[in-house]
Nanobody, 126 residues
Framework: QVQLVESGGGLVQAGTSLTLSCAASGLTFSNYAMGWFRQAPGKERELVATISWSSRNTYYLDSVKGRFTISRDNAKATVFLQMNPLKPEDTAVYYC???????????????????WGQGTQVTVSS
């Protein structure tokens, strides 16, 4: 049974930082590209960042470039999202997701992702 469990969300002030973690189990982690998505109230889900299995390839949403960093530890089957500095518009539920993709590349479509976590709330106050 595959599980993705996010942690690290919370309520913070603008200009500060948070690091989200997603621990995976029940899958061969190095066979998967990993992504972080977010969904704010009344808005569509969007891909924030994704990382290939080797970490050599990444993608970032334009609005988070230079502020967010995605990374992974294959030995610990964990993917991270460092967010700094945070802005109020980053407020959303953040989800990690796994894309079964052995190529050393990333895919941007949400439908490519097979497994999803339950989400963690990030709230940024101004």
């Amino acid at each position: 049974q595959v599980q993705l469990v996010e942690s690290g969300g919370g309520l913070v002030q603008a200009g500060t930082s948070l690091t989200l973690s997603c621990a995976a189990s029940g899958l061969t982690f190095s066979n998967y590209a990993m992504g972080w998505f977010r969904q704010a109230p009344g808005k569509e889900r969007e891909l924030v960042a994704t990382i290939s299995w080797s970490s050599r390839n990444t993608y970032y949403l334009d609005s988070v470039k230079g502020r967010f960093t995605i990374s992974r530890d294959n030995a610990k089957a964990t993917v991270f999202l460092q967010m700094n500095p945070l802005k109020p518009e980053d407020t959303a539920v953040y989800y990690c997701a796994a894309d079964y993709f052995k190529r050393d590349a990333v895919r941007l479509g949400g439908s490519s992702y097979l497994y999803w976590g339950q989400g963690t709330q990030v709230t940024v106050s101004s």
